[in-house]
């Protein structure tokens, strides 16, 4: 049964999805290299990048987890019942990251003591690394159809790790290029492309976990509706590597970010029609048609009022019209 | 089968304390959430118009607070979200797509409070002064979208409806009606007039504590004087929608109503009790009893007849405990709005009659605990609306015993104990870091000049490596 309406919002669904998980990984990613950046002096300068990089976005890229949340309940009652129910453990754990990362990431601000600054910067790191394992652990668990944490899960959450890592270098990249800082250019570029290098890796044994655990994923990915997506980040993802290497400085965030985009699209597509492969699909857990127009409108909204002021949030941004005048 | 009951029972006590915890702590965030951003504009309008410095650098700062508050909050709030799920799955499962509509309408909402945030934030250098002020512009209305997404829900659990259901499933959502449920009228005015005040009466405590400790600038005048003014005004205002609420309640929501003024019994005459507390037998302890004043106040007659617990099934209506928790709620918000309301009268007294501010001690002791005071006036009248609606999850409808989680009572009691304890922490950090702003501001008052946002954790960037 084909449910124009349904099928929409869940399109919006995968969206909010990508969104957190493309704009939430650079975040997240960026909290892993603060754990990776080590204790000693020479650790300052990454880290003061990354708390820079960090602060105007500090707990805003909640609002697509939220937003994700509530078009999965409203939009697809049974799905959210059937998630939850079964991998509220796995939920609880990437929260708890959450909320730590947040909180701590506060905190270093406020630590006056080196001590108490050093363990504020460890649980912001090890939060980095707790919640995006387990949230796209929990889309292993739905992408296998079984509810549960397995093999899948540990693929997914594994993949998510290189993905954030590797988005959140080429970024810091970006970041350290607009202050004009050299060494710390060199710095992200290298760890851009050895978790460039992890990320394909990982993928591919990812992959491999997939074909063993649930093979009809795996064949709608390869050959089905999954198929471009796959091939745009397989493509992608080394492009952005070749760009770093050459230091060819042009569009490698956009094409990260499309590359991670697309990773979520390829799984999101290859198990469409099913929100549960093998047990629920998009109209079986649908809310009524109301219910689809409401959240579709509340889209459409969203595009017409966000879009116009996230372009002028990243106007103002990229001119520097943010900054603070110098003291 | 009756061990298997028993089981699916147990995750149901930590379940209650914990959305009961989490939402508690995430209501204190609301008011200066939504109320703020319009008092800042108001002192930033003041600024321009009036080419006020003082007024601009109040507003600044009060945005910076704003901004502070805005990302503990963004984390409280993902957390209850997540919480219907993990707390709650068969309510979400059952009722989503109807009780989830005012959320979704939230959840824009915090968008575009997220986005024009950071925009106004950030552009205090560099906007003009005139652009600055209509992208603020945007956040009062953001803030009441979200109110009434939230309340929205809430009023849909106290009053459902706007839903068809066939053989236990939502099968049509009249989208309309499931918004604006009949609770949603009085839930909504009810709580946005409180939030203002108590914005107003929380920010203004603050500096009539500076009066207290001996700063009598114009900056500390005006930053008292117009909030101040706002929840004053305000107050009366409130005593009128809260008295209309109560009515309306006694008519909606009468089993809750019954555990507000504890009435036992049907009947006519009914007495309104102050404080005092109910035995399982139904007999009334301690408190006053004004003859007839509760049939009075609902439907202008001592011969109104007033429906007591009993005639609502034992297990249909809140518990003995619950009953208590919600009476004494309700006196001590009552108690506190009038508190308000008299602290205001002598403030608007001498401000109309005498045409300036209070000069009395006594009067700036009472206003700087008037903060606490919203503070504990908000959370009774959450706890009068959430416990008076047990052991219902939606009134009449499905119970909250269930909609509870699957999970071993284990599990929910160390996610608990462990949101408690980093709940601790974040609340220490954030008292921390609005302590040490206040500090800076304090020295920087007295000679050296930087921008307030500077070194806040949500705040335009310093230059790294420095």
């Known amino acids: 049964m084909n449910d124009p309406l349904a099928n929409a919002s869940a399109f919006v669904l995968l969206l909010a999805i990508t ?21 000693g002096p020479q650790s300052r300068r990454p880290r003061e990048l990354i708390d820079h990089a960090m602060a105007p976005v500090w707990e805003v890229n909640n609002v697509w987890l939220v937003l994700g949340i509530v078009l999965c309940w409203t939009g697809f009652p049974l799905l959210f019942q059937s998630v939850f129910a079964a991998l509220y453990p796995l939920f609880t754990l990437a929260l708890i990251g ?89 710095y992200f570029r290298r760890r851009a492309i050895l978790a460039g290098f992890v990320l394909i890796t990982i993928g591919t044994l990812a992959l491999g976990a997939i074909g ?71 109209s079986q857990a649908a809310a009524p048609h109301s219910t689809q127009l409401l959240l579709l409108a509340v889209a459409a909204v969203l595009v017409l009022v966000i879009g116009p002021a996230m372009a002028l949030l990243y106007y103002l941004d990229q001119r520097g019209a943010l900054e603070p005048p110098e003291a | 089968m009756e061990s298997m009951l028993v089981l699916a029972g147990e995750a149901l006590l930590p379940s209650r304390i914990q959305m009961a915890f989490t939402l508690a702590s995430h209501v204190l965030l609301v008011p200066l959430g939504v109320a703020l951003p319009t008092l800042t504009l108001l002192m930033e309008g003041i600024g321009i118009w009036r080419k006020d410095p003082v007024a601009l650098t109040i ?23 997540f919480e219907f799920g993990i707390l709650w799955p068969r309510m979400m499962g059952r009722f989503g797509a109807a009780f989830g509509l005012g959320f979704a309408i939230e959840g824009l909402a915090f968008f575009m409070e997220a986005i024009f945030i950071s925009i106004y934030l950030y552009g205090w250098n560099r906007l003009r002064p005139r652009a600055h002020f209509l992208v603020g512009l945007t956040l009062p209305p953001a803030g009441l979208l979200g109110a009434f997404g939230v309340l929205s829900a809430n009023a849909w659990m106290n009053t459902p409806g706007g839903v068809t259901i066939d053989s236990g499933r939502v099968v049509d959502v009249d989208v309309l009606q499931a918004l604006f449920t009949r609770a949603l009228g009085y839930e909504f005015w009810h709580f946005l007039i409180a939030l203002y005040m108590t914005a107003g009466f929380v920010v203004a405590s603050v500096y009539a504590v500076a009066w207290l400790r001996g700063r009598r600038d114009h900056y500390q005048r005006l930053a008292f004087a117009v909030p101040f ?14 008295d209309l609420s109560a009515r309306a309640i006694a008519s909606d929501q009468p089993a809750k109503f019954a555990a507000v003024e504890i009435t036992w019994t049907t009947r006519d005459h009914n007495p309104e009790v102050l404080g005092g507390y109910i035995d399982d037998s139904g007999e009334v302890h301690l408190g006053i009893a004004i003859p007839s004043l509760d049939s009075l106040l609902v439907g202008y007659s001592p011969n109104t007849v ?150 806040v954790p949500y705040g335009p960037r310093s230059v790294p490596g420095e």
């Open chain 1, 98 to 186: 959450l909320i730590l990362r947040g909180a701590f990431f506060a905190f270093r601000h406020i630590a006056a003591d080196p001590r108490a600054h050093y363990a504020a910067d460890l649980v912001f790191g090890l939060s980095s690394l707790l919640t995006p394992f387990f949230f796209a652990a929990c889309l292993g668990a739905i992408a296998s159809g079984r509810l549960a944490f397995d093999q899948m899960s540990v693929a997914f959450g594994l993949v998510s790790l290189a993905a954030t890592a590797f988005s959140g270098a080429s970024f810091l990249v970006g970041d350290a290029r607009r202050y004009g800082f050299d060494d710390l250019v060199a």
């Open chain 2, 306 to 455: 007033v429906r007591g617990l009993t005639s609502f099934a034992a297990d249909s209506r809140p518990n003995t405990l619950e009953v208590n928790i919600v009476h004494l709620a309700f006196d001590v918000m009552v108690g506190l709005g009038s508190a308000g309301a008299a602290l205001s009268a002598w403030f608007l007294w001498i401000l109309l009659r005498r045409r300036r501010l209070p000069e009395s001690r006594w009067f700036y002791r009472l206003a700087a605990l008037s903060g606490i005071g919203s503070y504990v006036a908000v959370e009774s009248g959450w706890i009068t609306t959430e416990v008076g609606r047990q052991p219902w999850i939606v009134s009449g409808t499905l119970r909250v015993s269930d909609a509870v989680t699957d999970a071993p009572a284990n599990f929910v009691w160390t996610s608990l104990i462990a949101l408690v304890v980093i709940y601790a922490l974040i609340a220490f950090f954030f008292v921390t870091l609005l302590i040490k702003l206040a500090e800076r501001w304090r020295r920087e008052d007295s000679g050296v000049a930087a921008a307030p946002e500077m070194g």
């Open chain 2, 59 to 81: 507003a600044r700062r009060w945005s910076v607070v704003m901004a502070v508050q805005f990302a503990v909050g963004a984390v409280t709030g993902t957390i209850l979200s």
């Open chain 1, 19 to 39: 969104a957190y998980s493309t704009a939430g990984g650079v975040d997240f990613g960026a909290g892993i290299w603060d754990l990776f950046a080590g204790r």
């Open chain 2, 229 to 242: 003014t706002i929840a004053a005004a305000l107050t009366p205002v409130q005593l009128l929608v809260g």
């Open chain 1, 212 to 282: 063993l655990e649930a093979p009809a994923l795996l064949r709608s990915m390869l050959a089905g509706v999954g198929l471009p997506f796959v091939l745009a980040t397989m493509i992608l993802t080394p492009l952005v590597m070749l760009l770093l290497w050459r230091r060819r400085y042009v569009w490698y965030r956009v094409l990260t970010v499309t590359g991670i985009g697309s990773m979520v699209f390829a799984w999101g597509f290859a198990q469409s029609p099913y929100l549960l492969p093998g047990q629920l699909t998009i």
